[in-house]
C-alpha cells in the first residue's frame, strides 16, 4: 500500500512539473462565450502598438478596441458570412499566400535550385556566354529597293567612320535604331545561344573579344557587331544564390508549393482546397505567430464585411440622413480660409468657354462632368474639367476669377487659354452637404458604426479578466 501511495504521489508530481513546464497561457476575456488567451491579445496588441505607431495604446485602451473587434467578428458569424463562397475564396487566398512557401522544404528548393542551373547549362551546348554589342540601321520586309539601298548606304557610312577610329559605344548611341540597347552604347548584355537571330549569333560565336564585324544583314536589318567579352557559366555555388533572388522576385516558391499540393492532392484523392486546409491547420498548430497571422485574416475580413453591409454602404446611401447630419453639425465643418465650390474649365477658345458656361447654367452640379464629357471632349478634349472645393490660395486661376487676388502672372495653356469658373463662393463653410461629401460621409459612418457598437454590447456578453489583462507583455 505504501509502494503503491508513493507511485501515485510520483505521477503526481511529475504531471504537475509538465504542467508548470509549458507556457501558462490565462485568459484575458470572454467574448460571447468564447475565451481570448494572453498570447492572441498579445499578437494583436504589440502588432499595432509598435514604436513608429503615432497614437499608442495602453492595455487597457486597447483591450476596449479588441473588444468592439471581436463583437463584429460574432454579428458577421452569427449572420453566417464565413458561409459565403466569395469570403471563402478571398480568405483562402490570403492565407495561402503565407501557407504554400512554408511547404517547401529546404532540400526541395535546393533541388529546384539545382534544376534551374543545369537546365542553364544544358541551353549554353557546351559554349561560353557572350557579351555582344551592335549598331543596327532597321529595314523593314516591305521596304522599298531605293529604300534597302538607302540602309546600305548608311551602314556603310557608319562602318567606315569605325575603321577610322572612331569609338564604338559614341557612334552606337548616336546612330544606332535599336533605341533599348544605344543608350548603353550598343551592349546587348550577357547572351548564350537561341537567344538572338541565327545569323547574327552565328557571327558573334566565330568572333574574338574586341573584334568588330563587316555590316551584317538579318531578317529585320543590317548590323555591326562587337564582341565585348564572353565567359562559361559561373560555378553553381556561385550562382545558387541568384538563382534563389530569382525564384523569390517570380514567385517561383510558391509556383513550386502549388505544384506540390496539386501532387498530394491527387495521391490524397481530395480538392487542393482541402490539402491546403489541412496544411494550415497543422502548420499553425506549429506557430503560434502563423496561427493568430491566420485568425487575424480570418476575423479581418468578417469585420469588413459586416460593416460594408451594415454601415459603411447603407450610411454613404442615405442622402436625406447625411444631409440631417450635416445640418445638426454644421459649424464643424466651418472653413478656416473661403472656398470655392464648383468647376475650373479651360477650355480652346473663348467661344467654347462660353458655350460650355451656357449649357453648365443651371443644371445639377453632379451632371457637370457627364455633360462636359459627352457634348464637347467625345471626339477631342475641347475642356479641361476640374469640378471640387478650392480653398483660397490653393489654386491661383481660382484665386484670380473668383476671389480677385493675383499674384503675379498666372501662367496659361497654350492649347487650352480660355479659362472660366462656374460655381459659387462659400465664405464661412459648405452650403450644402455635397460640398463636404467625404468628409461628412466619413463622419456619419463612424457615428452609426459606434451605433452598431453599442448595440453588439448589448447583444453580446463580455466578460474582462482584469487581472490577467495587467500581466500582458509582464510574464
Not at 471563402?88 to 535546393?110: G, H, K, M, N, W
Request: aromatic share 10%.
Amino acid at each position: 500500500m505504501k509502494r503503491i501511495t508513493s507511485f501515485l504521489a510520483l505521477i503526481v508530481y511529475l504531471s504537475s512539473t509538465t504542467i508548470q513546464a509549458q507556457e501558462y497561457d490565462p485568459f484575458v476575456m470572454r467574448i460571447n462565450g468564447k475565451n481570448v488567451t494572453r498570447s492572441e491579445f498579445e499578437y494583436n496588441y504589440n502588432k499595432n502598438n509598435t514604436e513608429g505607431v503615432i497614437d499608442k495604446k495602453t492595455v487597457m485602451e486597447y483591450a476596449d478596441l479588441f473588444i468592439n473587434y471581436k463583437l463584429k467578428v460574432e454579428a458577421a458569424l452569427d449572420a453566417k458570412l464565413d458561409t459565403l463562397s466569395s469570403y471563402q475564396q478571398e480568405f483562402r487566398t490570403y492565407r495561402d499566400q503565407q501557407i504554400r512557401p512554408l511547404l517547401v522544404s529546404p532540400e526541395a528548393e535546393e533541388a529546384e535550385v539545382q534544376k534551374y542551373y543545369q537546365q542553364m547549362l544544358d541551353q549554353l551546348e557546351g559554349k561560353q556566354l557572350l557579351q555582344p554589342a551592335h549598331i543596327f540601321v532597321h529595314v523593314t520586309q516591305q521596304a522599298t529597293p531605293e529604300q534597302q539601298a538607302a540602309a546600305k548606304a548608311r551602314i556603310d557610312s557608319i562602318y567606315a567612320v569605325l575603321q577610322g577610329g572612331a569609338d564604338f559605344s559614341q557612334v552606337a548611341t548616336q546612330s544606332s535604331d535599336d533605341h533599348s540597347t544605344a543608350q548603353r552604347g550598343g551592349i546587348i548584355g550577357w547572351i548564350g545561344p537561341k537567344q538572338l537571330l541565327s545569323e547574327i549569333e552565328d557571327k558573334l560565336y566565330t568572333m574574338e573579344v574586341g573584334e568588330m564585324s563587316e555590316p551584317l544583314l538579318s531578317t529585320v536589318g543590317w548590323h555591326v557587331l562587337k564582341l565585348m567579352d564572353k565567359k562559361p557559366l559561373e560555378p553553381y555555388d556561385t550562382l545558387a544564390p541568384r538563382i534563389r533572388q530569382f525564384f523569390e522576385q517570380r514567385g517561383m516558391k510558391d509556383k513550386i508549393a502549388s505544384t506540390l499540393v496539386e501532387d498530394m492532392a491527387a495521391s490524397a484523392g481530395c480538392t487542393v482546397d482541402e490539402i491546403m486546409d489541412k496544411e494550415a491547420e497543422r502548420l499553425a498548430a506549429e506557430d503560434d505567430e502563423l496561427r493568430y497571422l491566420i485568425q487575424e485574416y480570418h476575423d479581418g475580413l468578417l469585420l469588413y464585411e459586416i460593416c460594408q453591409r451594415n454601415v459603411w454602404e447603407p450610411a454613404a446611401k442615405d442622402t436625406a440622413a447625411l444631409e440631417l447630419f450635416f445640418k445638426l453639425n454644421k459649424k464643424a465643418y466651418a472653413y478656416e480660409k473661403p472656398h470655392y465650390s464648383g468647376a475650373l474649365l479651360q477650355a480652346t477658345s473663348p467661344a467654347v468657354l462660353k458655350e460650355v458656361m451656357k449649357t453648365l447654367k443651371g443644371t445639377d452640379e453632379s451632371l457637370w462632368a457627364g455633360i462636359v464629357k459627352s457634348t464637347f471632349n467625345k471626339d477631342s478634349v475641347q475642356v479641361r474639367f476640374e469640378r471640387r472645393n478650392f480653398e483660397q490660395g490653393e489654386n491661383a486661376m481660382v484665386d484670380s476669377l473668383a476671389f480677385g487676388i493675383k499674384k503675379g502672372k498666372t501662367r496659361l495653356s497654350q492649347k487650352y487659354p480660355a479659362v472660366g469658373l462656374i460655381g459659387r463662393k462659400l465664405k464661412k463653410g459648405p452650403q450644402y452637404w455635397t460640398d463636404a461629401s467625404a468628409q461628412v460621409i466619413s463622419d456619419y459612418q463612424a457615428l452609426k458604426e459606434q451605433e452598431f457598437v453599442n448595440e453588439l454590447r448589448r447583444r453580446y456578453r463580455v466578460v474582462l479578466y482584469k487581472e490577467n489583462l495587467d500581466t500582458v507583455n509582464k510574464h
